[in-house]
């Protein structure tokens, strides 16, 4: 019987991986319009905190609905300045009388650079890569789910956040304020940046920021996510992005990235031009299989020792 299912899981990953090899023709449209959209010259870089942000997340929940999905709702922030930044999230209940008083959350940030003044005129940022890539990650698998026949067993809740260029003020706020309670988040997995390959990993791969920390990681891995270690642990990436603002309330809150460390980086050149479009359709479809089993059984991740921060 070991033996037997052995096989079946060796199969299982063998035919996951085939299937995240071959794109799926309507979603590598669905993202190049989203992407088209979101890293637009029309919506200037997003800024945090600025009209044209507002745009982005009115964007994020007209297409939370558009999927049906549950409580898609714009959360306004006013901060000191007077300045108002906005979060856009939906909530998937989860079908399982048990499980579904259990979250996971599925996260990336609306926000980027906006324009900045020079010699002949403002320059627009478009963050194609920093973070309409991790945006559409998110978009596209709230689409995923909603498009199941049955509801996950467990609850997901899909949160795209505002100003993370400038600190973090939405997720501060989300974390407030948010949707279920913050004990009943299982894990939150965020998307940053998975718009070019990395050179030191193999083709396709993503790395999970702060991977040595949890089990979450390698038992991803195990059902068919192409994650590995982060290898620029140089960069403290696992510190920079909205997961380290959940992993400080003791929620394993780990990031999903390929290459944050390219010339365009925080440059003009952050824009559709510039991304890499089968990898970024690749990044997203082969990650799927492995948040679909996450939502659908009951096994919780865990830090290991020393690994919370």
């Known amino acids: 019987m070991l033996r037997l299912r052995a096989s079946a899981i060796a199969v299982l990953l063998l035919l996951s991986s085939f299937l995240s090899a071959q794109l799926h023709p309507s979603l590598a449209s ?3 319009g989203e992407m088209s959209f979101l890293a637009s010259d029309a ?3 997003r800024g ?11 964007y994020v ?8 999905l549950e409580d898609a709702q714009l959360q306004s922030i006013v901060l000191p300045s007077g300045a108002t930044t906005y979060n856009a999230y939906a909530v998937l209940r989860g079908s399982d009388a048990e499980l579904s008083a259990q979250t996971i959350l599925i996260s990336a940030h609306l926000d980027h650079l906006g324009t900045r003044h020079s010699l002949t005129g403002d320059l ?3 963050g194609a890569d920093d973070d309409a890539s991790g945006t559409v990650a998110v978009l596209e698998i709230a689409r995923s789910f909603a498009e199941q026949p049955r509801h996950s067993r467990r609850t997901v809740i899909f949160v795209c956040f505002g100003s993370e ?4 003020q939405g997720n501060q706020y989300f974390l407030a304020h948010p949707p279920a309670p913050l004990n009943s988040i299982v894990a939150n997995i965020e998307f940053e940046m998975i718009g070019h390959a990395d050179p030191s990993l193999a ?3 993503l790395f999970l920021t702060g991977w040595e920390r949890s089990d979450l990681g390698p038992t991803l891995a195990l059902h068919g996510a192409p994650l590995v270690a982060d290898p620029h ?10 997961n380290f603002a959940l992993a400080l309330r003791g929620i394993v809150a780990q990031t999903v990235s390929s290459y944050g460390l390219g010339k365009h980086y925080h440059k003009p050149s952050d824009d559709l031009a510039h991304i890499d479009f089968d990898h970024l359709t690749r990044a997203i479809q082969s990650m799927i299989p492995s948040i679909d089993w996450l939502a659908n059984n009951a096994w919780k991740p865990s830090w290991n020792p020393g690994g919370r921060p």
Do not use: C, K, M, W
């Not at 929940?61 to 049906?68: D, I, K, N, R, Y």
């Not at 260029?165 to 973090?168: F, H, K, N, S, V």
């Open 43 to 45: 919506l200037r870089g």
């Open 48 to 58: 945090s905190a600025t009209h044209d942000e507002l745009i982005a997340a009115t």
């Open 61 to 68: 929940v007209s297409q939370f609905q558009s999927f049906g």
């Open 30 to 32: 669905q993202i190049r």
């Open 124 to 126: 627009v940022y478009p």
């Open 233 to 242: 642990l140089e960069g403290h990436f696992f510190q920079r992005s909205d």
């Open 165 to 168: 260029e400038t600190g973090g």
């Open 203 to 205: 083709p396709h791969q």
